[in-house]
């Protein structure tokens, strides 16, 4: 096109700027079914959506829908709504039918911005008005050249009562325009590494690295005295006995030391790395790598738990990462929340199963999310998570920070590399601001590639720790 033909093309996607579409009404009402499927696949494990008992107890007063799963309401499962007739009229269905036709035929989502005014409960009937908010000049991504669309969604009851808003962009682009990088922030995937060097291995150590590949991390014992050893030892310096056995270890520690080496640079290390000493649970202590964290995050004290990988190497080696932090059970209260306070760091392993169950848990069926030949046809090295899931389990992050009693008001998202299946996305956060019981957490979910997800998510907390506080009134 040229720029007289681009600049009309550009009107006439924008011609239907600002009119509402006709209401389109959810399949099913609010049901505890749909919410199960969600709360499973996400590992949200808050009661308030499962629990009738503690639910009904609740600032609640009985189970409520995740906020976070607003749009998966009126997902249309297998029948995508702008591929049938009667949404094709309508501006959004226009707009997605005209960038196909001039050769934007792909189509990623980058941002969502939820409003939540009241939590959903079972049984509402949610009905959704679209309207198109804004189409982009052609922009020039990573992935190719597109226009950005955005559109502005209001829910609401069957009361007619506003119980949601989203705003949600998606960037529609040519495909095979781009510059081969990941997501729309074009970070690459990492160049082939060197392999790691290999281990000494003697009769003494064997089974050692026997256990790894096994899957068990195992620590030499004394048949005499029981005393644990790590590194394995020939005789025990406690007894004198040359007679071991081993235990196998919960392969839970925490970071009794560590350090990052810039120099000299050992490529097959994967920098930046940490080389940290872990105390394990059972007492002795292991050298290892702190994995799935960024080098600063990284703390003496801090819960790590064994991952068991190969990651360039060919034996199975033990690596540590953060555990998920436990879910809080009794609600933070306001006043104990400080502005610039670290969420701890949670790392979410990403594998093809969570990809899948979490986009069918929020009706996605679009083929990238799992059909792997169908995603690498489309030029993506394989399937990738959806931005609901994302937006779940940025949700699920910050309400198992905050507890069961806190309120989601709002969650805004922007995309940035995607999260393929064999990495892992390690959420971190804080606090950016805390006014008249409102809390607002930043955060950021990263993986091997960069960036996924930034964004923010706006809480309202109880001044006492609800409900159970006896000081409560
Ligand atoms: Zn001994």
New binding site residues.
């Given amino acids: 096109m040229n720029e007289m033909e681009q600049s009309d093309f550009l009107a006439g996607l924008r011609a239907g700027k600002g009119k509402q579409g006709s209401p389109e009404t959810a399949r099913d009402p609010v049901n505890q079914a749909m919410i199960r499927h969600w709360c499973d696949a996400m590992e949200d494990h808050n009661p308030v959506y499962t629990d009738v008992e503690f639910a009904s107890r609740s600032i609640h007063g009985g189970i409520v829908a995740p906020p976070a799963m607003l749009n998966a309401w009126g997902m249309r499962g297998l029948e995508p709504s702008h591929s049938r007739p009667d949404r094709a009229r309508e501006s959004s269905g226009q707009i997605y039918g005209a960038l196909d036709a001039a050769g934007y035929t792909s189509v990623v989502a980058t941002n969502s911005e939820h409003e939540y005014p009241r939590y959903l409960r079972l049984g509402d009937e949610l009905s959704a008005v679209s309207l198109l908010e804004d189409v982009s000049d052609e922009k020039k991504t990573a992935l190719g050249v597109g226009h950005f669309v955005t559109t502005l969604t209001d829910y609401r009851d069957q009361h007619d009562e506003l119980v949601g808003r989203m705003r949600f962009r998606i960037l529609k682009f040519k495909p095979g325009t781009g510059a081969g990088g990941s997501g729309v922030d074009g970070e690459s995937s990492p160049a082939a590494k060197s392999a790691r060097p290999q281990p000494g291995i003697s009769r003494d150590t064997a089974f050692f690295w026997q256990g790894l590949e096994e899957g068990e991390l195992r620590v030499q014992q004394?048949?005499?005295?029981?005393?644990l050893h790590h590194p394995p030892m020939v005789r025990?310096p406690?007894?004198?006995?040359r007679e071991f056995g081993w235990i196998v270890s919960s392969g839970r520690g925490t970071v009794y030391s560590f350090v990052e080496p810039v120099h000299p640079n050992f490529a097959a290390f994967d920098p930046p790395y940490v080389v940290g000493l872990v105390e394990l649970e059972e007492g002795t202590r292991l050298l290892t790598n702190i994995v799935d964290l960024d080098p600063e995050s990284v703390r003496v004290g801090m819960p790590v738990e064994v991952n068991l990988a190969r990651r360039n190497s060919e034996r199975t080696l033990p690596f540590f990462r953060p555990q998920r932090p436990p879910r809080r059970e009794m609600t933070r209260k306001f006043s104990g929340i400080e502005v610039g306070a670290e969420l701890d760091p949670t790392p979410i392993p990403i594998s093809a199963t969570l990809i899948v169950a979490t986009a069918i848990a929020s009706r996605d069926y679009q083929d990238v999310h799992h059909d792997r030949e169908l995603a690498i046809q489309r030029g993506s090295p394989d399937i990738f998570m959806n931005i609901l899931t994302t937006s779940g389990l940025c949700a699920r992050y910050v309400t198992d920070w905050a507890g069961p009693g806190a309120l989601l008001k709002s969650l805004s998202i922007r995309l940035g590399v995607p999260n393929y299946p064999h990495d892992t996305m390690t959420m971190s956060g804080s606090v950016l601001s805390a006014e008249a019981g409102r809390v607002e957490v930043g955060l950021r979910g990263y993986n091997r590639l960069g960036n996924h997800v930034t964004g923010s998510v706006e809480l309202e907390l109880p001044e006492s720790e609800a409900p159970s506080n006896r000081d409560r009134g």
């Fill in positions: 004394c048949d005499r005295c029981e005393i025990c406690e007894c004198g006995s």
